[in-house]
Nanobody
Framework: VQLVESGGGLVQAGGSLRLSCAAS????????MAWYRQAPGKQRELVAG????????NYADSVKGRFTISRDNAKNTMYLQMNSLKPEDTAVYYC???????????WGQGTRVTVSS
């Protein structure tokens, strides 16, 4: 399985970005997916997760109400719509996938998001 993120960039505070994660290979093995992020000098943290049917999602408290995770199984792609961005959202965002939530075997290379104040 290969995961490739895209959509990162530089945006002003209050702006929006949409990240995409395209999966290829043995995608049938992926039931759960998630977005993580790692800010400079900090540990990697979970941003949002979603199950295969999209019926169950979870979010970090810091992004609830601002970020929305979704997936299009027909396109083997997961998204993260990020609105009302804040400077503290600046980080490298990683896509993750696996058979079970919180047990991710596959990781993307990351896409950088920079939010200027």
């Amino acid at each position: 399985v290969q995961l490739v993120e895209s959509g990162g960039g530089l945006v002003q505070a209050g702006g929006s970005l949409r990240l995409s994660c395209a999966a290829s290979g043995s995608t049938f093995s992926i039931n759960a997916m998630a977005w993580y992020r790692q800010a400079p000098g900090k540990q990697r943290e979970l941003v949002a997760g979603i199950t295969s049917g999209g019926g169950s999602t979870n979010y970090a408290d810091s992004v609830k109400g601002r970020f929305t995770i979704s997936r299009d199984n027909a396109k083997n792609t997961m998204y993260l719509q990020m609105n009302s961005l804040k400077p503290e959202d600046t980080a490298v965002y990683y896509c993750a996938g696996g058979s079970y939530p919180f047990e991710y075997d596959y990781w993307g290379q990351g896409t950088r998001v920079t939010v200027s104040s």
